[in-house]
């Protein structure tokens, strides 16, 4: 969850201070480390539980974190995250062994209905998502940042750290996102359930190589993010949408390599956790301070073992997908975690727990089998798969090692599973548990169906039956309602456009439901062009911007049909060119705008289009089309409601 007693470095000695602690804070670690403080002869497991919060009908993001925690004040588990549309929960930590995988997931679905129940107050509901389907750009604007001092802190520190005018989003997949946006905010569209390992200091390296090397075929198994702001993306569009949402990094005309905040690494580790710590602290300023009051120096000399608060929250600002951790056990002893951050939240509990067993045992089983992983492959060919699982999830294929290129579903199959099993077994996790867990995983790669390929296959059915808009709502209520069952995602059926009898789109804006994908011409077009264009595209309307996409003029066919039947002129002239005929300074709309204020204008300006602008930015276009659309939609409802009665 964070330290959440921090701030922003205000001044130049407040800096000097917080660093001065920080760099005790690695002499103490590095002290405990020489001399064998650490706790090694016990494995424990964790987790931690993100989640996003929704309106109970549309299933659009509530904004309702505070007054969710409001109503949960007896529940010391749950907290806030970065937006006002998620929830966070810790679950306890267990002995790696017997039934701690079972006993994990029956905590994990407890606590979910408890704070199900608790929303139900609230008119919402929880959804167990790496992105949210029907999450919009302007939910991530500042207002829907949880109002606590660290959030705001982290936020205006990374702004600080900008290079450019924004931050940007560039990803391709089925469809195309180039976004610009104003805060790093974006970061929230991400939920993830992050699985601790507990390991011992001599085990830490090769145990974090091993991780590295996993994360591929983990993400590939796991998958569960390839809608963006409905867009079809990545499998698990999570991995580069973290990284840019807080990428302050922008191009140059030289190559200076700088290293984004939110990384996989840059080689494997050789010796020691300290290599990454250190490599932390030179790579990336300190972003967060905090008064800091422990000496963690003296406290060694006491024989104490420190909390290391400096280091702590310097290492909860870089976001390694594999991560660190160093913490205090109850019985004092310091120890360290692997925290694997790359398996999303969802589909449902007991798919994260088969995600969480395959890595937990995969861990186990490699650390048998190699005892050094840096001899099988090449860190290079490890960062390579895990990019390539990030894009094409259980599809991706992969150089695995000595060499050898296998597909993901093979790779599960033949060796990343059965090597799981073994270190199952070898922490003595209980027969049905493993067997459990792992035909989950077994039964995806048979299918070729994870949580990603699921949503893809659904949201492209659903597009072609209804709007966009109301395609991501059936979307995420077919989600919730499957983790309702703990159903595993293998096991899913396509959704269908009458599963949510509820949709309502009056509150609807017009970017949710606006045509982005336009064909403009420029003023200085010949009208036989346009003619042409609007007669084989079989539109009605064409947009007229200049080269830098500013709108400046409207063609529609009404006016092409009048242009040919009286061969319009202009001063005596025969208009040949767009900018002879169009009409200059169309009514226009925002893209907030709802949609019934929408309709209202076109219908008492009986026009049948209004192109949205923004900044004075051509962005999209409506027309009496799309309202037809929405028209039919609802009125097929009512008559399935009427059947229904």
Known sequence: ???????????????????????????????????????????????????????????????????????????????????????????????????????????????????????????????????????????????????????????????????????????????????????PLLEACNTSFQVHLQVSPQEFAPMYNISQALAAPIIAAAANSPIVFGKRLWHESRIALFQQALDVRTTHEHMRQRSPRVNFGSDWLDKSIMEIYKEDIARFRVLLSADVEEDSIKLIQEGKAPKLRALQVHNSTVYRWNRPCYGVSPNGKPHLRIENRVIPAGPTAIDEMANSALWLGAMQGMRLRYPDVREKMSWEDARDNFIKAAKFGIDSRFTWFDDRKVTANDLLLEEIIPMAREGLKHRKVEDADIDRYMGVIE????????????????????????????????????????????????????????????????????????????????????????????????????????????????????????????????NGKLATCVKDIMIKDPMTVAPNTTIVQAMRTMRSNKIGCLPVVQNDELIGIITEMDFLRISGRLMERLEEELERE
């Open 1 to 183: 969850m964070g330290e959440q007693r921090v701030s922003l470095v205000q001044d130049e000695q407040s800096m000097q201070q917080f660093v001065k602690k920080l760099l005790r804070d690695v002499q103490a670690l590095e002290h405990m480390l020489d001399n064998d403080w650490f706790e090694d002869d016990i494995v424990r497991i964790g987790a931690e539980q993100e989640m996003c919060l929704v309106h109970h009908k549309s299933f659009k993001p509530a904004t309702i974190a505070m007054e969710a925690l409001e109503e949960m004040k007896e529940y010391d588990w749950v907290e806030t995250e970065l937006a006002k549309f998620n929830l966070e929960t810790n679950l306890t930590p267990r002995t790696f062994t017997g039934d701690c995988l079972r006993q994990m997931e029956k905590e994990n679905s407890e606590k979910l209905d408890k704070i199900g129940k608790k929303l139900k107050k609230l008119k919402a509901k929880l959804v167990l998502t790496g992105i949210l389907p029907t999450l919009r750009k302007y939910d991530l604007e500042m207002h829907n940042l949880t109002p606590k001092k660290r959030y705001y802190a982290l936020m205006e520190s990374i702004n600080q750290q900008l290079i450019g005018n924004a931050y940007e989003l560039r990803l391709s997949g089925i469809d195309e996102l180039l976004l610009r946006h104003g805060s």
């Open 443 to 570: 039964e995806r790669a048979k299918h070729n169906m994870n949580g990603a390929r699921w949503q893809l296959r659904a949201y492209t059915k659903l597009t072609k039956e209804v709007t966009r808009d109301e395609a991501l709502c059936v979307l995420t209520s077919a989600i919730h309602e499957n983790q309702s069952k703990n159903k595993p995602v293998h096991e899913w059926k396509l959704p269908e456009a009458k599963d949510m009898p509820d949709y309502k789109p009056a509150k609807l804006m017009v970017d949710e439901f606006m045509e982005t994908d336009l064909f403009t011409v420029q003023k200085d077009d010949l009208i036989e062009l346009v003619a042409e264009l609007m007669d084989w595209r079989k539109i009605r309307y064409m947009p007229v911007e200049d080269s830098k996409g500013k709108l400046v003029g409207l063609i529609t066919s009404r006016l092409l049909l009048r242009h040919f039947t009286h061969q319009h002129k202009l």
